[in-house]
């Protein structure tokens, strides 16, 4: 019975090997659920259709590819597990995500111990792909973004007086704060006022107070939309009149939503515009919206030339070995992207296109684009 019950096991191993084998599994993680779900939902099918295409062109290397997905929650602490988890228990051989990040910084170092290649679609902080050589990431940064918004609002809108609000318990918040204050300045311009909040809080009525005593022109707030709608709902009770500026964390239905009425005429940096007529795009959206049932937003966008990107990098390499996919992923160069051309350099950072947004009639209008040149 025992030599039964061994052979049994043994033979159940070996198929799950099999299996294994004639699949490429790999990990994704983000936030499903929490504070900042619609990130992580999008990001998801963005990944899931670029998944579907793939596989139904043959997969990579002769085999399809499976897409094993982790919910962190909207949590730092749940992001690290859930790739612990990816790795050492589903044996992925890279990993897509974080979108925030707080997670990207959470979840990035034991994909760099592990030499295991992660991108991040979104995460926009400078610190995330400082973590190691194993960690990349398809988007703009936040030097870029921060200074983009500040020229935009010195030089297009001609504010020289603006205020910001800060989640200071967020890495993306903060980072993208600071580069937009210290572009502002450096142009002549003035932050006549700093306030701050974390994420999670409801009441910011005691910081829109201090904020509209200094009568800014134009009110920065760099953070994530669960927050900012309720932010620029009571700032308008308050009698706060001027615009709102913000970064790609306001990309989300959610913010409409939330916000009302309060957000009209807000302006914020963004990855892509589902306005631009662009074949590609509008190629995308399309197959989006058949799919899904929805206009895709940025975080669908980067999900999706994000798994293109490390498809494209696995069939350059030939292989799945982490060292060899971390080499081609390096040599990613003019990549046509849905978000744009994607160029990845040596601190693998993605040299690409912004575009601002601007809401109007409860939308998300596109304003312009900004060239990193």
Same mark, same amino acid.
């Given at each position: ?43 998801h099918?963005?990944?899931m ?7 139904q ?12 997905t ?7 602490e749940?992001?690290?597990n859930?790739?612990?988890?990816l790795?050492?228990q ?7 995500g974080?979108?925030?990040s ?16 992660m ?6 902080n400078?610190k ?5 050589d ?22 297009n ?5 603006i205020?910001?609000?800060t989640d ?5 918040s ?12 450096s ?6 006022k700093k ?8 009441d ?9 005593a200094e ?34 964390g306001?990309?989300?239905?959610k913010?409409?939503?939330i916000?009302?009425?309060?957000v009209e ?23 989006f ?11 669908a966008?980067?999900g999706?030339?994000a ?8 069939? $350059?390499? &030939?292989t799945? !070995?982490?060292? /060899?996919?971390?080499?081609?992923l390096?040599?990613? *160069?003019?990549?046509?992207? %849905? #978000?744009?051309?994607i160029?990845?350099?040596?601190k $693998?950072? &993605?040299?690409? !296109?912004?575009? /601002? ?7 998300? *209008?596109?304003?312009?684009? %900004? #060239?990193?040149?």
């Open positions: 019975m025992r030599l039964l019950t061994g052979l049994i096991l043994l033979t159940a191993f070996f198929f799950s090997c099999s299996k294994k084998e004639n699949v490429i599994l790999i990990g994704e993680y983000g936030s499903l659920t929490g504070n900042t779900a619609t990130f992580g939902q999008s990001t099918q963005g990944i259709l670029a998944t579907e295409e793939i596989n062109s043959g997969g990579i290397l002769g085999k399809p590819v499976k897409i094993i982790e919910d962190d929650q909207s949590k730092p749940e992001a690290r859930a790739v612990l988890k790795i050492q589903d044996k992925v051989v890279a990993v897509l974080e979108v925030a707080s997670r990207s910084l959470a979840g990035a170092p034991e994909c760099q111990r592990s030499r295991i290649p991108i991040s679609p979104a995460s926009t400078p995330v792909t400082e973590v190691g194993y960690i990349f990431r398809i988007c703009f940064i936040d030097p870029f973004q921060g200074e983009s918004m500040a020229k935009f609002a010195y030089q809108l001609n504010f020289r007086k205020a910001v609000l200071i318990k967020n890495d993306y903060v980072g993208l704060s600071q580069f937009f204050v210290n572009t502002f300045t142009l002549g311009g003035t932050i006549i306030e701050s909040y974390s994420e999670g809080d409801v910011f009525r005691a910081q829109m107070t201090s904020l509209k009568k800014p022109e134009a009110i920065f707030l760099p953070g994530y939309y669960t927050e900012v709608g309720l932010i620029c709902r009571q700032a308008r009770e308050l009698g706060y009149q001027g615009p709102f500026l913000g970064g790609d306001w990309d989300s239905d913010t409409i939503e916000g009302g009425t309060a005429g807000a302006y914020f940096s963004n990855h892509y515009s589902a306005d631009v007529q662009d074949s590609k795009v509008r190629n995308f959206i399309e197959k919206q058949s799919r899904y049932g929805k206009t895709a937003d940025a975080m966008v980067l999706y030339d798994a293109m990107i490390l498809f494209d990098a696995i069939r $350059r390499a &030939a799945t !070995d982490g060292p /060899v996919v971390r080499d081609a390096s040599q990613t *160069k003019n990549f046509l992207g %849905v #978000s744009g051309t160029t990845l350099d040596e $693998r950072n &993605a040299k690409k !296109d912004l575009v /601002v947004m601007k809401i109007e009639n409860g939308e998300f *209008k596109y304003h312009q684009t %900004v #060239s990193p040149d």
